[in-house]
């Protein structure tokens, strides 16, 4: 089952604008963090951000959680072309399951 | 190696045959996992495999799907007697320390089956 879910399903902006996309889930985690996928195929690693943290910066991503309410933001600041992706929020069970359980993604457009 | 490497990049299958997929971690990274993802869908985990205890093969869709990982290091998924909705991109990532850093993934295999 689906423990992330990502919100919007889909975003499209201008160039130079900053991204926003939202994740929910359910139970405890360890961590959550947050992928990239271009082209329907292998996904790379942004950022992880554990339980105990609130926010944390990479590059032009900035990453907050707040455990009370279950629930990520992912900011992409000053947005490129090459930013077009599907972002996927992950969490990392703290109940002893040894995977990542991922949402459905953002699809996320970036128009020149 | 550098990265996770998956072969094949693209299986043709006919229906109710088997097919092999072959996953190569990075070097080292005792974690190991399978997912399959569907065509504009998210991520359905399959297997994880960590050292050597018993792999976690929760995820698995039905016993058509086993997978093994040899020596700590390269797995192989099989599906036997493949079905349509076996169709999907078969996707294997591999982790240094669970919970600690995050996964790196192999570009997959695009598994058609007519």
């Known amino acids: 089952s689906q423990q992330g879910e990502e919100d919007p399903q889909a975003l499209s902006i201008q160039e130079g604008e900053n991204a926003t996309m939202n994740c929910s889930y359910k139970?405890?985690?360890?961590?959550l963090q947050w992928y990239r996928q271009n082209s329907g195929r292998g996904l790379v690693h942004l950022i992880l951000?554990?339980?105990?943290?609130r926010e944390k910066h990479s590059g032009r991503l900035r990453v907050t959680l707040d455990t009370s309410k279950k629930s990520s933001s992912l900011l992409i600041t000053a947005s490129r072309a090459a930013d077009t992706a599907s972002y996927f929020c992950?969490?990392?069970?703290?109940?002893?399951?040894?995977?990542?359980?991922f949402g459905q993604g953002t699809r996320l457009t970036i128009n020149p | 190696g550098a990265g996770v490497s998956q072969s094949p990049s693209n299986k043709v299958t006919e229906k109710g045959k088997d097919v092999e997929l072959r996953c190569d971690p990075i070097s080292g990274h005792t974690a190991l996992y399978w997912y399959r993802q569907s065509l504009g869908q998210g991520l359905e985990f399959l297997i994880y495999?960590?050292?050597?205890?018993?792999?976690?093969k929760s995820g698995l869709p039905s016993d058509r799907f086993s997978a093994e990982r040899t020596g700590g290091s390269v797995s192989t998924l099989t599906i036997q007697r493949t079905q349509q909705e076996d169709s999907a991109v078969y996707l294997c990532?591999?982790?240094?320390?669970?919970?600690?850093?995050?996964?790196?993934f192999g570009s997959g295999t695009r598994l058609t089956v007519v």
């Open positions: 495999f960590q050292g050597n205890s018993a792999p976690d």
């Open positions: 139970t405890s985690i360890n961590n």
């Open positions: 990532a591999s982790s240094l320390v669970r919970g600690y850093y995050g996964y790196t």
């Open positions: 951000i554990r339980s105990n943290e």
């Open positions: 992950a969490t990392d069970d703290l109940q002893g399951a040894q995977k990542l359980v």
